[in-house]
């Protein structure tokens, strides 16, 4: 089992940046392909970023191309989410998530894919 806590949500205004963490327990971290995800009220839950358990590899949604980074660090067993030009429309409960794969090369996109989910970080970002 696997346990999977996010931190580093908050309100911030448009433009500004926010940094969020997930600190995972329970499971050699290195076995794990790593994933953010986001759900905005009446909305399906959305990839944002995955990241390769090597951490050579990552993936981003088309949407936040070019403003947030996925990286990890597996000494300390977290990933990361740095999002740098916050938008009204980011605004959401911002999940991560673990995939225990053999792959070390390998991303995944779909929630289904996933089978380790934290409790969500809310991320407000005003106008």
């Known amino acids: 089992q696997v346990q999977l806590v996010e931190s580093g949500g908050g309100l911030v205004q448009a433009g500004g940046s926010l940094r969020l963490s997930c600190a995972a327990s329970g499971r050699t971290f290195t076995s794990l392909a790593m994933g953010w995800f986001r759900q905005a009220p009446g909305l399906e839950r959305e990839f944002v970023a995955g990241i390769s358990w090597s951490g050579g590899y990552t993936a981003y949604a088309d949407s936040v191309k070019g403003r947030f980074t996925i990286s990890r660090d597996n000494a300390k067993n977290t990933e990361y989410l740095q999002m740098n030009s916050l938008k009204p429309e980011d605004t959401a409960i911002y999940y991560c998530?673990?995939?225990?794969?053999?792959?070390?090369?390998?991303?995944?996109?779909?929630?289904?894919?996933?089978?380790?989910w934290g409790q969500g970080t809310q991320v407000t970002v005003s106008s």
């Open positions: 998530a673990g995939n225990p794969t053999a792959y070390a090369s390998s991303t995944y996109v779909y929630p289904g894919q996933y089978d380790y």
